[in-house]
C-alpha cells in the first residue's frame, strides 16, 4: 500500500478539492499519511492568489522533496495553472497538475508511475467543462462545504484568479442535489454552498442562485444552509425575499466589499458604487430581523489617498459590520494593479488597517451583545477546554461562536435552544439550556 501526505494552500474551493481528492485516494488502496512524514506521494494542493501565496506553495513543494528525496511530490491547482513552466522547470516537483484535471489525479497518477503521459494541465480559460466532485463524507461532520461552481468573469485589477480558474462554469442541480442528500445520510446538518464566485451560479446554463437554495431547502434532513461569498448586487428586493421565505436558510451574508470608496473601486474593476452596496445590506436587513452581514476590505490599494481611505472609512461606520476581514493591498504579479503607479507605502498600509480593524473590533462586540439575555439556537460541534473547564461550542445561525458548559454528555451535531447569559470570553457567548 502506498503511502500518500498531503498540504492544502488556500480558499474553502482547494479545501473542498482537497478533500474530494484524499477520499478518491483512499477508495484507491492509499494510505494517509501527515505531511511532516516519510511517505510515498507528496500532493501540495497551491494557491496563486498573492505573491506570498506562490511562494509557500514552492516552500511546501520543496518541504515535500527534502523529507524524502526519493518521493513522487504532486503540484496541484492555481500556481500550477497560472506559471506552469515554472512549476515543471522546479527541480522538487516530479509531477504537475491544474485546475480541472483534479477529478482524475488517481488515473494521472498511477499513468506517471507507469511511465505513461496523459493531460495534466489543460487551457483553463477555454473550457466550458465543470469538473464533477462528490464528497460523501466531511471530517467535520456537523458542516459540509458544498462546491457548486468554478471559475469568475470579473477580472479584478487586483486578481489572477480568472487566470488560474478559467471561466465561469456551474454545476447542475441534480448533481448538487445527490451530493447534500449523501452527506445528510452520513449526518451533516449544515451545508454551506461555495465557489470561486457564487453569483454567477447558472449565468451559463439559463440557472440562478436563488432556485438552487430553494431546492436545496426543500431536502429532507438540511437544518441549515449558509452562503459563501457573494457580490453585492445579487442582493435584490426579489432575492432577498426569497431567501427570507426559506425554512433553512442562516442570516449570515459575506457581502464583498474591498472598498468603500467609489473611485477606488473604480480601479478596482468592482462593478457597484458605495451607495448600491449599502442599498443590498438594507434589502437584508428588511428581510431579516438580524442578519450577520461580514464583507473583505482592501486597504492601500494603489493610488488611494488619505481623502479616499476617509470615505472608506466613513463607509464601514455606516454600514456596521458584524464582521470584517481586512487585507493590506499585496501586489500581485501578472495583474493589472501590479504597475499602477503611486503604490501605497507598507507603513500607511499597516496604519490604515489599525483603524479599519478598531472599528471592526468594536461592531463585531456590538452585534454579539444583541444575543445577551436572548434565546438562540446552536448546532454544537465540538468539545473544548476553556479556562480549566469544559464546554461545547457550536454557531448560531448568524454564525456567532457559543458555549455551553459540558454535562458530561454528547451535544455534537445537536441543534439545541438556551438563553445567552453573557460572553465566555472576548469573542465566545455563554449559553444556559
Not at 203 to 221: C, F, N, S
Request: charged share 25%; with cysteine; hydrophobic share 35%.
Amino acid at each position: 500500500m502506498k503511502t500518500v501526505a498531503y498540504h492544502n494552500l488556500g480558499c474553502k474551493v482547494n479545501s473542498y478539492e482537497m478533500d474530494a481528492m484524499l477520499q478518491s485516494l483512499r477508495q484507491n488502496g492509499y494510505q494517509i499519511v501527515p505531511f511532516d512524514q516519510k511517505a510515498d506521494i507528496y500532493i501540495v494542493n497551491t494557491c496563486t492568489v498573492t505573491n506570498i501565496a506562490d511562494r509557500k506553495s514552492r516552500q511546501m513543494l520543496h518541504k515535500a522533496k527534502k523529507t524524502n528525496p526519493e518521493g513522487i511530490v504532486v503540484a496541484v491547482g492555481c500556481y500550477v495553472q497560472t506559471d506552469a513552466q515554472a512549476v515543471e522547470a522546479d527541480s522538487a516537483v516530479d509531477l504537475v497538475i491544474g485546475n480541472n484535471r483534479k477529478k482524475d489525479l488517481v488515473a494521472i497518477l498511477e499513468s506517471y508511475m507507469d511511465g505513461v503521459e496523459r493531460e495534466r494541465v489543460i487551457d483553463i480559460n477555454h473550457t466550458s467543462e465543470y469538473e464533477e466532485m462528490r464528497l460523501t463524507s466531511t471530517t467535520e461532520h456537523t458542516r459540509a462545504y458544498i462546491k457548486i461552481q468554478d471559475g469568475c468573469n470579473q477580472f479584478c485589477t487586483y486578481c489572477m484568479i480568472p487566470y488560474a480558474r478559467g471561466r465561469v462554469r456551474s454545476r447542475k442541480e441534480q448533481d448538487v442535489i445527490g451530493e447534500i442528500r449523501g452527506l445528510v445520510s452520513a449526518g451533516c446538518k449544515e451545508f454551506v454552498l461555495t465557489g470561486i464566485h457564487i453569483s454567477s451560479y447558472g449565468m451559463d446554463a439559463g440557472m440562478d442562485l436563488l432556485t438552487l437554495v430553494q431546492a436545496i431547502d426543500a431536502v429532507e434532513g438540511v437544518e441549515r444552509i449558509r452562503l459563501g461569498s457573494l457580490e453585492p448586487r445579487i442582493v435584490t428586493e426579489a432575492f432577498a425575499e426569497g431567501l427570507a421565505g426559506l425554512q433553512h436558510i442562516c442570516p449570515h451574508f459575506h457581502l464583498s466589499l474591498q472598498s468603500g470608496c467609489e473611485t477606488v473601486l473604480k480601479r478596482m474593476n468592482r462593478h457597484y458604487t458605495p451607495e448600491e452596496y449599502l442599498q443590498g445590506v438594507r434589502l437584508l436587513r428588511g428581510a431579516f430581523a438580524h442578519p450577520a452581514i461580514t464583507t473583505d476590505v482592501i486597504v492601500g490599494f494603489p493610488g488611494e489617498t488619505d481623502e479616499e481611505f476617509e470615505e472608506c472609512r466613513q463607509f464601514v461606520e455606516a454600514a456596521d459590520f458584524y464582521e470584517m476581514h481586512i487585507f493590506k493591498y499585496s501586489r500581485r504579479r501578472g495583474t493589472k494593479a501590479a504597475v499602477m503607479p503611486m503604490q501605497v507605502p507598507e507603513e500607511t498600509k499597516t496604519r490604515r488597517s489599525g483603524v479599519l480593524q478598531s472599528i471592526a473590533r468594536r461592531d463585531s462586540k456590538r452585534f454579539r451583545s444583541y444575543y445577551v439575555g436572548k434565546d438562540v439556537e446552536v448546532l454544537f460541534e465540538e468539545e473544548k477546554e476553556i479556562g480549566g473547564k469544559a464546554y461545547w461550542l457550536g454557531h448560531t445561525a448568524e454564525y456567532v461562536k457559543v458555549a455551553a458548559a459540558s454535562r458530561g454528555d454528547t451535544i455534537q451535531n445537536k441543534l439545541i435552544t438556551g438563553k445567552v447569559t453573557g460572553f465566555l470570553e472576548d469573542g465566545i457567548l455563554l449559553m444556559e439550556y
